[in-house]
């Protein structure tokens, strides 16, 4: 097996679970069930959060990892977070400190991904993952994430 059908592989029951994470009595626990499979199954992910769009922000909903980060409310256009959400297109940030769009949460993040949630209207929010790895996202990660955004957005459309 060659490394992205391994890849893919062991993501597939991840989705499985963030699938049945969305049937939870509520929003806000069925979020918080969800960043909390991703940041559990992937030693590299250190920090998940998800972003919901209000008007002209970005709000934090849910988030798994160590510490509460200070960003809980990112106007759209700031950040990474915020860029992600103004294009509607991932961004893939290798090296945080190369970027200067970069708004810093956590002393060790080294790098970070921002997948966008988006619905039939356009962006609902994004799922944004800091690592304290180096280059730690792989189009593999992408992919998967990207994935795991499309159920998230058809949840999140029933409401
Ligand atoms: N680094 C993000 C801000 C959110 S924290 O990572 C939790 C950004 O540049 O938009």
């Given at each position: 097996m060659n490394r992205s059908r391994q890849a893919t592989a062991t993501r597939e029951p991840v989705l499985h679970d963030l699938q049945t994470a969305?049937?939870?009595?509520s929003r806000r626990q069925s979020v918080q069930s969800f960043v909390r499979i991703l940041r559990d199954n992937?030693?590299?992910?250190?920090w998940v959060g998800v972003y919901l769009g209000r008007g002209d922000h970005l709000v934090l909903e849910a988030y798994a990892g160590g510490a509460e980060t200070e960003h809980v409310s990112i106007p759209i256009g700031q950040g990474i977070c915020g860029a992600a959400a103004r294009t509607g297109e991932t961004i893939v940030v290798p090296?945080?400190?190369?970027?200067?769009?970069y708004l810093m949460?956590?002393?060790?993040?080294?790098s970070e991904i921002v997948v966008p949630v988006t619905g039939r209207k356009g962006v609902l929010g994004e799922i944004d993952i800091d690592s304290?790895?180096?280059?730690?996202?792989?189009p593999q990660d992408k992919e998967f994430l990207e994935e795991a955004a499309r159920l998230l957005a058809t949840y999140l459309e029933k409401d």
């Open positions: 969305l049937k939870g009595s992937f030693s590299s992910y250190s090296d945080v400190s190369q970027d200067p769009r949460c956590f002393p060790s993040t080294r304290d790895k180096l280059a730690a996202f792989s």
